[in-house]
C-alpha cells in the first residue's frame, strides 16, 4: 500500500462535509471531484480489507484499483438503494474483489505449507499448548494470514468476513450472491479445515 492511503490530500473544498450519498450521485452524474472525494474518504477501507488476504503492496493496491473502477460504474445501482450505506456498499465490493482475486489466483491450500519459519511454528505451538482456542488464535494473530493461505478461497473469505470482520451470515449471503445455509457449510468446512492444520503444529 502506498503512502497515499494516508496522505491522500486535500478534497476539494466545495466536495468537504458533503454525504457520501450526496457525492455518489453527483459522481454518477460526472462530477469526477466528487469521486475523488470518495476515493479518498474510503480508501483506506478498502486497503485494510485488501490486507486480510494479501501481504504484497502491489496485489492490495490492484484490489483497490479495482474495487473504485467497479463502484464507479455501479454508482447508478447505489443511487437506486434507499438508505443505503456507501461505506457497507464498497465493502461488499472490495470483499468480491478479493474473492475474484483468489480464485484468479487460483492458490492451494498446499501452496503455503513451507511459509510459516521454524520460530513462526514454534511460536503457534507454544500458544495453542498454553490453552488458547485455536481457531481465535489462527483468525486474530499476525499468522493468520499465513494460516488461511492454505484455505480453499471459498472458505477462507468465509472465516474472514465472519471472524475478523463481524458480518452477520445474512451480510455475506448478500455480498456473495449465496444462500444463508451455503454460508454456513463454508464456515463449518473452513473451521474444520483451519482445525486440521492446525493440528499439524501440536
Known sequence: MDETADNPGPAPAHELGRPDADLAARARDGDEAAFEELFHRHRRRVALIAARFFRERAQIEEVVQESFAKAFFALGEFTNLRDASFAAWLA????NACYDELRRRK???EASLGELSEEEAGHLRERLRGGVDAEAAAISRDLAAKLLARLAPEDRL??????VEGLSVADIAGTLGWTASKVKV???RARAQLRRVLGRFL
Open 186 to 188: 463454508r464456515a463449518h
Open 107 to 109: 492458490r492451494r491450500p
Open 158 to 163: 468465509v472465516l474472514v468476513m465472519l471472524d
Open 92 to 95: 461488499r465490493i472490495a470483499f
